[in-house]
Each structure stands twice: as C-alpha cells, then as structure tokens.
C-alpha cells in the first residue's frame, strides 16, 4: 500500500491537513455544544480514524484473500461488516489482539457509522454499534487504555456523529468556500 507521502506528492494532502478537514467538518456537522464535549477526548480520535482511512489506499480482493495475514502489530483492514464479525467470533475464541480489536472497531465507525446509508439495508447497524464497543472494551490494555474505553462509552454515539457528518458532507458539497 502506498505512504502518505504518496498522497501530500500527488494530491498536496498531508496527515496534518487530513486531520484538520475531518475535525473541522465533524465541529461543523454536530455543533459547538456536542464537539465542545468530545474535542478533548474521542473528538479527535473520531477524525484521526476517518483521516487514518482517506489516507490508505485498499484492495478489497486482497483483503478478502485467504492468503491476507497482516502480523500482530500491524493495523488490521477490513473489506466490509462482514468479514469484522467473522474475526470477531474467531478472537473471542483465540488468543486476543488488541491492535485488531482497535481496528475492527474503526472499521465499523467507518462502515456503520460514515457508511451508514449505504449499510443500513444490508446490515444490523445496532448490532454492529455493539460489536464496536466490544472491539474498543477488548483494546483497551497498554497506555491507550482510557482512550479505547471512552471509544467504547460513547460508540452508538459515535456512529450517529460519523452519520450525521456524511450527510452534512453530501448536503455541502456544492457549496464553494472562499480560503480565509
């Protein structure tokens, strides 16, 4: 998979830049009251995630592949939900992976929160907002233990803001901003 340096060559994006559109944009989507709670805490994070996946580039053949076997400190892809609650049974009866678990769960603030619409006919969304907050619960070890546990806290919440952004994105972009 190509570097973020790809993108910043090619595209004049950077994870900086990346970072600051989604923060910004998810301030915008959800309001001065719901982003003055989160900011500090999962705000961030939130955007961090969805920059960490504008940043990637993803062969869904490739993750799908039987032959795919990232290591265990590598962050995990995933193709779509599906291929998540597979792994997920198969970890709750395996030795555990916490990087796979954070993964699994951005995934899903992905696929069933920003990717909601499209997601909603095919899959449980309620099912998969728990499954989420089990994936952060079974990330949560080391250093980034709080985080991973305020992820899991608020994640049926965190799936409505990622929804809530999506549509505010699709209502907007039409409209041309003057660079301040």
């Not at 070890?141 to 919440?157: I, N």
């Amino acid at each position: 998979m190509p570097s973020t340096d790809y993108f910043e060559e090619l595209y004049g994006v950077t994870e900086e830049r990346a970072l600051n559109f989604w923060a910004s944009n998810l301030h915008e989507a959800i309001g001065n009251k719901q982003w003055s709670q989160i900011r500090d805490s999962t705000g961030v994070y939130l955007a961090s995630v969805l920059g960490h996946f504008c940043l990637q580039s993803v062969d869904r053949a490739e993750l799908l592949s039987p032959d795919y076997n990232p290591d265990d400190r590598e962050f995990r892809q995933f193709a779509d939900l599906t291929q998540i609650a597979e792994m997920m049974m198969r970890q709750l009866t395996s030795a555990k992976n916490p990087l796979w678990m954070e993964s699994a769960g951005a995934h899903i603030l992905l696929y069933a929160g920003f990717f909601q619409t499209q997601n909603k006919h095919r899959h449980n969304i309620a099912f998969y907002s728990a499954m989420g907050r089990e994936c952060y619960l079974m990330a949560a070890v080391g250093k980034r233990a709080s985080m991973m546990k305020q992820m899991a806290a608020g994640f049926s919440q965190y799936l409505f803001h990622l929804a809530s952004l999506h549509q505010h994105l699709r209502e907007s972009r039409y409209l041309i901003r003057t660079v301040n």
